[in-house]
């Protein structure tokens, strides 16, 4: 029974942690062009990934959303000679719609 019980649980949780960590998605601009947009985005050190639902030109399209995915994490290594290195993030990757 207590196997039963902590599998459960165990189940339980590993659920919540995953519907959890779901990409929250970010408020879309109300001003400028997705050109605008994505650039600010690209000077804050993100990755952007562009979703077209239109063949408009960027500084003609508007952004429809913009939603957070993975951060981009990269390893730098320590002052000492014995191969450790930990890591720091440098940016995020950004997905935005654009019509």
């Not at 970010?26 to 650039?39: E, K, M, Q, R, V």
């Not at 639902?53 to 290594?77: C, H, K, N, W, Y």
């Not at 191969?83 to 440098?90: A, E, F, I, K, W």
Request: proline residues 5%; without cysteine.
């Amino acid at each position: 029974m207590k196997k039963f019980t902590l599998s459960t649980v165990a189940a339980a949780a590993l659920t919540a942690a995953v519907l959890g960590l779901a990409a929250p998605a970010l408020a879309a601009p109300t001003a400028g062009n997705a050109a605008d947009t994505i650039s600010a985005l690209e000077a804050g050190g993100n990755r952007v990934v562009v979703t077209r639902q239109s063949a408009a030109p960027l500084d003609e399209a508007s952004v429809v959303s913009i939603t957070r995915g993975p951060i981009m994490r990269q390893a730098i290594p320590h002052a000492t000679s014995n191969g450790d290195h930990t890591l720091s993030v440098s940016g995020q990757t950004i997905y935005v719609t654009v019509k």
